[in-house]
């Protein structure tokens, strides 16, 4: 079921995202809006160390107020395939690098109104290698047990969607 796009504006654009507004034809011939961020791909990386440790991110989220504990994650820069910036990434917000790249998979990460896709990958035989970021320095890098993961999940400690999602993937594996 394709629906037709009528008219389309851009309400908002900003340096990560615009806002377009969409009438469209409904199957069915109605029209309707469509609200739709546009927001460039993603990567999410699932870093695993030698003692079979996660490497989780804790980071202050402004739009949410709050700390979140988080898998690694960023956007790829422009002329950056995804596993450049899975490496860039991983020294920017955990100091290390991985000798070993593996894609797991991707996701829209809310195809309801945005078309973000999240590709996710594990990162593993970690070496030290920070790379500064001017806005990584609140990051706090946490170690987790495969094993703890289920219960962060559960108790609400990791709850956005693309660490539940890639944490989820990476244990399946196990």
Not at 5 to 29: C, M, P, W
Not at 114 to 133: K, P
């Amino acid at each position: 079921m394709v629906e037709r796009t009528v008219t389309s504006r851009f309400v908002y654009t900003g340096q990560i995202v615009k806002l377009r507004i969409d009438i469209v034809e409904t199957a069915n011939r109605r029209r309707a809006t469509r609200e739709v961020v546009e927001h460039a791909d993603c990567i999410a990386v699932v870093p695993v160390d030698e003692q079979g440790n996660i490497l989780l991110v804790k980071q202050y989220r402004y739009a949410i107020g709050k700390e979140l504990l988080e898998i690694p994650a960023g956007g790829i820069d422009i002329g950056e395939d995804a596993e450049a910036a899975v490496r860039r990434e991983m020294g920017e917000e955990t100091g290390f690098s991985p000798k070993t790249v593996k894609k797991m998979g991707g996701f829209y990460s809310s195809p309801g109104f945005c078309t973000e896709y999240m590709h996710l990958f594990l990162a593993t035989d970690l070496m030290s290698n920070r790379l500064e970021a001017e806005d990584t320095e609140g990051i706090t890098v946490v170690r987790v047990k495969p094993g703890n993961i289920e219960g962060l999940i559960s108790s609400g400690a990791i709850c956005d969607a693309k660490s539940v999602a890639g944490l989820c993937m990476y244990l399946r594996t196990l």
